[in-house]
């Protein structure tokens, strides 16, 4: 009964808390239960137990666990600790049963997949699916175990009685578990610190994201398989100060810090298309929208979104979340005759279809040859010396340099194989990343005279097949020196940093808020829907918007994209600034001059409420995740406010708790003292 009454107590008390967070479970991608090969992940494997449970002084707890996370997996009471339970087991007589039950409980959960009645609880008790990480089911064994340990302790009071030399002994022995538990846990490595600048310092990647404003995301792809520029001077600055272990974790926050992540968009307050970083809210709709960057089959529940791409997404696609900046490595890319090739990006290049970049004229570079790395796609049946693709090079003084590549000579298909294909290997520059089988090829083009370049074109030439253009650099033989341009298919790009990763920023990316016209708006039943509307090739962002129907509301009024053509047929119907960016309210002024949608892309979640020129409205699910509002043509003041009804209600449920255990205290209290007033 105490402990039903403490459980109701305990819960009201924290409904401030756990209700709002109910709601988010509910649209959370564990909302519908997880698969059970996700529930058993992070299982406490059996051969584990021993690192688990005993004394693991002096060992890499992170390499026998095979993970940084090992912690998950430790659940050592101490020596003096385990003999104490011991001992409350053999002779507790009220509590040891359940203790024992609640800790063998734990132990049993812990191992997950291991044991054959997990499957049967995934299967059968309602809300098992919802969670993962079965060893923290360690957690019932430690509070079993402290349980066992008091009952011990108890009992040897109990036997100690009136004899002081034996309290002294229990005392010493619980002296003896707390030294013992300090020890342990000091040898533990996260107790290890390295120095301060692990955190401190900021690396040259977040000060440039750092020092640019406005509203916008960015996308890191990168891992921290490189190694930093100032390793050596990291070493050498920390040389007598930092033992082996804490020099690796230096580097390793270094590196980290580079490419921002995990989790430290937060500690900067960068706004990171990554949900797991920190990012745009990792609802199951985010899950569903990760769908337009990474196949099914390969999609990751968390939010992970960064850690499952290999390659810059479509333009389109980086312009539904705003996306300005892109961190990558420099770990694929490749160094040719002390030539640079940046290959992050690639453009496919069917016959006709060509890509161009004008080269900034503040950063003139005078070149006399020019490096193309390439491959074919789809060209095996093509002869040698089939023109593939044609280049031209355009002087500062308007000159035009042109050259034709061939297949089987400057450039081959990619996955080359003798006897299936038609025409000869070119030169071999560069592996594919992620298929062993392919590689890139490279061809230099040797320039008339020395110029100094202000724009290159190659149009793709080859019959039924794509020339794949992977790099390009300027290449001044004279000097030794070069400069790397970068191959985009789609967006307007430009590498702003190099050093340890690379930034690029898309300069024509959409705002975080815009107005779309009405025309392109494509109406659709429900997320499903909307997600196959964002799949089209043809959608286009900012001229199109995706809406879902509401069915619990009254429709609005319709406004349909032309049905004819599938395009929006009027070009962008006004202009939106956001006045005020906060994280419960965005106040925007819209202008605009013929029916539209204001889109914000931020996520669309219960409690935000919207007003237009101070009527509430309402806000529309866009583009699968984000805010949608249609407008009429004019200038409108829109308020965005977030006052969810769940954290109401659990703030009242707290302070009715709350103010319920404050007047029993204050009766009690009263009734104890009249009790003891004289008679």
């Given amino acids: 009964m105490i402990l039903a009454l403490g459980l109701v107590i305990g819960l009201g008390l924290a409904a401030i808390q756990l209700v709002p967070t109910l709601e988010l479970s509910a649209l959370s991608p564990r909302a519908n239960g997880m698969t059970y090969r996700e529930v058993v992940s992070f299982s406490l494997k059996p051969q584990w137990l021993p690192w688990a449970l005993l004394p693991a002084y002096g060992q890499n707890l992170a390499a026998r ?187 390793v926050a270094s590196k980290q810090k580079e490419i921002v992540a995990p989790n430290l968009p937060l500690l900067w307050r960068l706004s990171s298309v990554d949900g797991y970083d920190g990012g745009v809210l990792p609802l199951t709709r985010y899950v569903d929208l990760q769908r337009l960057f990474v196949p099914d089959d390969q999609l990751a529940p968390d939010g992970r979104l960064r850690e499952q791409l290999r390659r810059v997404p479509p333009a389109p696609l980086l312009d539904l979340l705003n996306t300005r900046f892109i961190i990558t490595d420099k770990v694929f890319d490749v160094w040719v005759d002390n030539v640079y090739y940046d290959l992050q990006f690639s453009a496919p290049l069917a016959a006709g279809e060509t890509w161009r970049q004008t080269l900034p004229a503040d950063q003139p570079f005078e070149a006399t040859a020019l490096g193309v790395m390439s491959h074919l796609a789809g060209a095996a049946s093509l002869a040698d010396g089939t ?26 298909e990619g996955s080359w194989r003798a006897g299936a294909v038609a025409h000869q290997p070119a030169r071999s520059a560069h592996p594919w990343r992620d298929h062993a089988d392919g590689q890139d090829y490279l061809t230099v083009l040797t320039l008339t005279a020395p110029s100094q370049i202000v724009t290159v074109e190659v149009t793709g030439t080859a019959p039924g097949s794509d020339f794949v253009l992977q790099g390009v650099s300027l290449i001044d033989v004279r000097t030794g020196s070069s400069q790397a341009l970068i191959t985009p298919a789609q ?67 319709a406004i349909n994209r032309d049905a004819s053509s599938g395009q929006a047929t009027a070009a962008a119907a006004g202009r939106a600034v956001i006045e005020r960016y906060a994280p419960e309210q965005v106040v925007i002024s819209a202008t605009l001059t013929a029916p539209g949608i204001l889109v914000l892309s931020d996520t669309h979640y219960p409690g935000w409420r919207a007003t237009v020129d101070g009527a509430p409205v309402r806000i529309e699910q866009a583009n699968l995740l984000f805010r949608g509002l249609r407008l009429a043509p004019g200038v409108h003041r829109v308020v965005f406010d977030f006052a969810p009804a769940s954290l109401m209600q659990g703030q009242r449920i707290t302070f009715i708790t709350f103010i319920t255990l404050l007047g029993l205290g204050v009766w009690f209290l009263l009734r104890s003292r009249i009790s003891n007033l004289p008679s």
């Fill in 65 to 251: 666990f095979g993970t940084v996370a090992y912690a998950e997996y430790v659940a050592y009471l101490g020596v003096s600790g385990l003999l104490l339970a011991m001992w409350g087991a053999r002779v507790g007589k009220r509590w040891r049963w359940p203790l024992l039950a609640l800790a063998l409980g734990g132990l049993a959960l812990a191992v997950g997949a291991y044991n054959p009645l997990y499957y049967l609880a995934y299967r059968v008790i309602p809300g098992w699916a919802l969670f993962r990480a079965p060893a923290r089911w360690l957690l019932l064994y430690t509070a079993g175990m402290a349980g066992l340990i008091a009952v011990g302790v108890d009992a040897l009071q109990a036997r100690a009685g009136q004899r002081p030399r034996l309290r002294w002994l229990i005392w010493a022995g619980g002296a003896l578990l707390v030294v013992e538990l300090l020890v342990a846990s000091n040898l533990l490595p996260h107790t290890h610190p390295t120095a301060p600048a692990a955190v401190t310092s900021l690396r040259n990647a977040p000060a440039y994201l750092l020092s640019e404003p406005g509203l916008w995301r960015f996308l890191s792809m990168s891992g921290i398989t490189y190694d930093p520029g100032d390793q050596a001077d990291l070493a050498h600055l920390f040389a007598g100060q930092l033992d082996p272990a804490a020099l690796y974790d230096l580097i």
């Fill in 491 to 557: 967006g307007d790009w430009r590498r702003v940093h190099s050093g340890d990763v690379k930034i690029y920023e898309k300069r024509d990316v959409l705002p975080r808020a815009y107005v779309a016209p009405a025309t392109g708006v494509i109406e659709v039943a429900d997320a499903a829907a909307a997600l196959e509307a964002l799949r089209r090739p043809d959608f286009a962002p900012g001229q199109q918007v995706v809406l879902e129907a509401d069915r619990s509301l009254p429709a609005p009024v």
């Fill in 387 to 412: 023109p593939v693709a044609a280049v031209r090079v355009q002087a500062a003084d308007g000159r035009w340099t042109a050259f034709a590549l061939r297949a089987g000579q400057d450039t081959a």
